[in-house]
Nanobody, 125 residues
């Protein structure tokens, strides 16, 4: 599966953005899709996942209540709605997919075999 992330940009603190991750090559139905991010000088970290087997979403504590992951199977696209953005959310955001990830490893980047190219989100103070 090929993933194409988009929607990044420059936004002021308190603002919102919606990222998109469009898949091609196979349907996302039944696939776990996640968002990760990598801030300046930081490791790539888990943000959110739409876990296929459990039919529910999971979030990093740092974004819980502000970010929402969702999917549109008809468009084969997963979204990340980001609200109440802060400068600490500045990062390159990557979408990732896996057909075999298990719950215990969902937050690990090594669990995902497919990655999009990343989209830059910059939040100004």
């Amino acid at each position: 599966v090929q993933l194409q992330a988009s929607g990044g940009g420059l936004v002021q603190a308190g603002g919102s953005l919606r990222l998109s991750c469009e898949a091609s090559g196979r349907t996302l139905s039944g696939v776990t899709v996640a968002w990760f991010r990598q801030g300046p000088g930081k490791e790539r970290e888990f943000v959110a996942a739409d876990f296929r087997s459990y039919g529910r979403e999971y979030y990093a504590d740092s974004v819980k209540g502000r970010f929402t992951i969702s999917r549109d199977n008809a468009k084969n696209t997963v979204y990340l709605q980001m609200n109440s953005l802060t400068p600490e959310d500045t990062a390159v955001y990557y979408c990732a997919a896996s057909t075999r990830v298990i719950l215990s490893s969902m937050r690990s980047r090594d669990a995902y075999g497919y990655w999009g190219q990343g989209t830059l989100v910059t939040v100004s103070s």
